[in-house]
């Protein structure tokens, strides 16, 4: 079987859904980050909560089976992955390179939290309802190979989304260039 960690890596790359999880790591990014200016040092205490999310606190959703899962729940899951997969791209590497204990387990509270949000932000799908699903795909290899086979799909319509706007872009820009040649 296919691990989760190889399943979010190959649907971050071909998904290219970055995007989501810079929205959900923005809240933490922006909570790490210094404020400036006029705040007090009471505020920015209040404005650095540590985060409190983590999927191992998350109950799985019931009922969730190879059988029960729907394709929308698992395009849905798919598009988790690959958040959470680049959740940990942004966050790995301060993490390894950290050498502090403390401020280490904070990055890896705020990488927690991230991941969560990251879930959170996909429609279709709940923290619970991913948790789950991840441990019915670890348990049922058919509901495993119906991620990879997702996953699969999603990469190619990724790889065509791309090639258009690439030629959309190409052909703007030699129109562009065509009416620049006329007015000259």
Do not use: W
């Amino acid at each position: 079987m296919i691990s989760r960690i190889a399943i979010a890596t190959a649907a971050a790359l071909s998904l290219g859904t970055a995007s989501i999880a810079q929205e959900a790591t923005g809240t933490a990014e922006s909570t790490d980050s210094q404020t400036t200016g006029t705040q007090n040092a009471e505020t920015q205490q209040a404005a650095k909560k540590p985060p409190t999310k983590s999927l191992e606190k998350i109950e799985p959703a019931e009922g969730i089976s190879n059988e029960t899962l729907t394709d929308e729940k698992l395009s849905a899951f798919v598009q988790a992955l690959a958040a959470i997969n680049a959740v940990g791209q942004h966050f790995v590497p301060k993490i390894e390179a950290e050498t502090d204990g403390e401020k280490r387990a904070e990055l890896m509270a705020y990488a927690n939290d991230s991941i969560v949000n990251a879930i959170e932000v996909i429609a279709d799908i709940t923290p619970a309802e991913f948790k789950a699903i991840d441990i019915a795909a670890q348990q049922d290899e058919e509901l495993n190979q119906r991620i990879l086979d997702e996953i699969k799909v999603a990469a190619a319509e990724g790889k065509a989304a791309q090639e258009a706007a690439k030629k959309e872009a190409e052909a703007a820009e030699g129109e562009n260039a065509d009416e620049e040649t006329k007015t000259e």
